[in-house]
């Protein structure tokens, strides 16, 4: 079942993705050093935000293969089968 956040990065163009994703590292990354520094009201903040950070990441990522022609993925993953 998808999330809500999910399905509203779906509509994100994808510039708008990723300056949500370098908005949301960015506010990871403050998160951190307060917890560090004096520690968060509600520490399980962070875990949401990393988690955010991945659905982003997923998103955009999900759009690059999209764009890829499909024998070459095929390719892409025999390759990585016989590395294994």
Known sequence: MATKK??????????????ELNVTIEQY????FEHAIRG???????REVRRDIARLKTEMRSRQLSEIDPSTRTKIRSRRRRNK
């Open 6 to 19: 999910f399905i509203e990065l779906k509509e994100f163009s994808d510039e708008e993705l990723n300056n």
């Open 29 to 32: 990354g403050k998160m951190k």
């Open 40 to 46: 968060l009201e509600n520490p399980l903040t962070l």
